[in-house]
């Protein structure tokens, strides 16, 4: 079992910046593919960002954020990290952080993030 702890969620203006990390119990982490999803009240789960295993990795974003978010890793931290820059009230949601290679698929708790002035 690998345990997920997302953090660095919070409240920020319109146009701010967050950076979220994921922290992950795994002594493989580096054969993991990781993504951040995202929900918003009402809405469905939708894919954020993701990053290949192995040292850096292949990054894909979704359309809304691309240009705005990255995506990265640190193997030796066993963390992913999502940086978020100028923020949009619809960026509004839980994020969630996710683990996942063959026939294993983790996911965090989760962390609000709040955009509003």
């Known amino acids: 079992q690998v345990h997920l702890v997302e953090s660095g969620g919070g409240l920020v203006q319109p146009g701010g910046s967050l950076r979220l990390s994921c922290a992950a119990s795994?002594?493989?982490?580096?054969?993991?593919?990781m993504d951040w999803h995202r929900q918003a009240p009402g809405k469905q789960r939708e894919l954020v960002a993701t990053?290949?295993?192995?040292?850096?990795?292949?990054?894909d974003y979704a359309d809304s954020v691309k240009g705005r978010f990255t995506i990265s890793r640190d193997n030796a931290r066993n963390t992913v990290y999502l940086q978020m820059n100028t923020l949009k009230p619809e960026d509004t949601a839980v994020y969630y952080c996710?683990?996942?290679?063959?026939?294993?698929?983790?996911w965090g708790q989760g962390t609000q993030v709040t955009v509003s002035s």
């Open positions: 990053i290949t295993n192995g040292g850096g990795g292949t990054k």
């Open positions: 795994t002594t493989i982490f580096s054969l993991y593919a």
């Open positions: 996710r683990a996942r290679r063959p026939g294993f698929d983790y």
